[in-house]
């Protein structure tokens, strides 16, 4: 048993309760020390804090119909979504996902730093060309609808980090929809 040789650092005598007919003592072993708990402890509020950047990270804008035709796979190569950072510490943004609107998984090692923004662009290549800015990852698959829909981004454990609706009608400014504002 892969148990057998662990040093016992500490344990607790107790009675044997699984059976009424015996009595015998039972010895309960933690095989760390406090230590190392306190070490998995502070380890795990780290991670943990790594991943809460609810309130620290926004969507300041959105083209989900822009100016001209679509092309003939009906895509609009110059939809993005473009977030910033408004938080006091950088944002790490690897493997956190658009998991509902669009998909993108983003890449190793991409970090958000305080008051930056990124763009997520359908085409990058398109969109920094079209726009003349540097600050764009991409691609994501799938469409900003015109008709509006939920859009959400996810941590790297499936937790929603953001959720927010768009649209067409109400007080949602109707020059977003396909005249080339944002």
Same mark, same amino acid.
């Given at each position: 048993?892969r148990?057998? /040789?662990?040093?016992c /650092?500490r344990?607790i005598?107790?009675?044997n309760?699984?059976s009424?007919k015996?009595?015998?003592p039972?010895?309960?072993?933690?095989?760390?020390?406090?230590?190392d708990w306190?070490?998995v402890?502070?380890?795990?509020?780290?991670?943990l804090?790594?991943?809460?950047?609810?309130?620290?990270l926004?969507?300041?804008?959105l083209?989900?119909?822009?100016?001209?035709?679509? @092309?003939?796979?009906?895509?609009?190569?110059l939809?993005f979504?473009e977030?910033?950072n408004t938080?006091p510490?950088a944002?790490?943004l690897?493997n956190?996902?658009f998991a509902?609107g669009?998909?993108f998984?983003?890449?190793v090692?991409?970090?958000?730093q305080?008051?930056?923004?990124?763009v997520?662009?359908?085409?990058?290549?398109?969109?920094?060309?079209h726009?003349?800015?540097? /600050?764009?990852?991409?691609?994501?698959?799938g469409?900003?609808s015109?008709?509006?829909e939920?859009?959400?981004?996810?941590?790297?454990?499936?937790?929603?980090v @953001?959720?927010?609706?768009?649209?067409t009608?109400?007080?949602?400014?109707a020059?977003?929809?396909?005249?080339g504002?944002?």
């Open positions: 048993h148990w057998d /040789n662990l040093k /650092n344990s005598n107790t009675m309760k699984m009424s015996t009595t015998d039972v010895q309960i072993c933690f095989p760390f020390s406090w230590a306190c070490w402890a502070a380890t795990l509020a780290l991670l804090s790594c991943f809460s950047v609810q309130a620290d926004v969507v300041s804008e083209m989900y119909h822009p100016a001209g035709e679509p @092309l003939e796979d009906g895509t609009e190569p939809e979504i977030l910033t938080g510490d944002v790490i690897e956190y996902a509902e669009i998909e998984v983003f890449p090692g991409l970090r958000l305080v008051g930056s923004y990124l997520v662009a359908r085409d990058a290549a398109a969109v920094r060309e726009y003349g800015i540097q /600050n764009v990852t991409g691609n994501f698959t469409l900003l015109n008709a509006g939920t859009i959400r981004l996810v941590d790297p454990l499936g937790e929603t @953001l959720r927010f609706r768009y649209g009608v109400g007080s949602w400014p020059s977003t929809d396909g005249t504002h944002s």
